[in-house]
């Protein structure tokens, strides 16, 4: 397969995209507002999803990514402007090879303090710290406020699969036309021109044109689409 390259800026190839910005018809009868972003930080990728109610805080999720050091992925949700609880489940490093799973589970009251808590490591239960819990709640205030403004900026998550003559979305969808903000790498380019793939990223789309601002990630074309976690037990 080919595909022509112009620069390394400038992709004349068929648009993915993903998770947006946006309120659907059902979503608009119960008044939701759903957002999505991402990032790059550190060799950490790190997708998000936001969800707000009559423009208050309702519901938030992650998706990160930190390669051979592990992954987790959470569920957060808010009452009355309050985080009220989350749930996220995941696996890290321990030690130089072996990789453990882990678990957490905390609710909070209306004055934000952790009424119920569970934390397990390697099927340990052990406590979580002060400093974890806030680290936990300020994680959830930077996925409001980074989508949020990524929003503002006309981006959002956007994610699919290039098959060699086109990309397609996670939803089916297809495009046209793909512009790079920023110069790839040469490897990046030779794997777009040459491999189907999955791949990822934080960009804008207008009519039949997409522009990428950031490239979260690129693999193999049997990668799944990251969907947004569900974790938290509505009953």
Known sequence: MKMKIY????????????????TSLNDANEQLTHYSGGQVMGGVTSFYWYTE??????????????????????EYRWVDKKLRELVRTGEQLKGDSRVIPYSL???????????????????????????????????????????????????RLIQGYWDGEKFETCAGESFHHVEFKTTLPSFVVHRLSTIDSYAAFIGRVKAKEVSVEE???LDEDSHQCVTRPHLIDDK
């Open 105 to 155: 589970h905390v609710r909070f009251n209306k004055d934000g303090e952790a009424i119920y808590q569970q934390y397990r490591l390697d099927h340990k239960v052990l406590p979580l710290k002060a400093d974890k819990l806030l680290l936990l709640t300020q994680e959830a205030a930077n996925i409001a406020k980074n989508t949020k403004s990524q929003h503002r900026s006309g981006m």
């Open 53 to 74: 109610k009559l423009s208050l805080p309702y519901s938030a999720a992650d998706y990160v990514n930190a390669g051979e050091h592990g992954w987790y992925k959470t």
């Open 7 to 22: 620069l390394a800026v400038f992709l004349s190839i068929a648009v993915l995209t993903g998770c947006s910005s946006q």
């Open 215 to 217: 490239l979260l990630m």
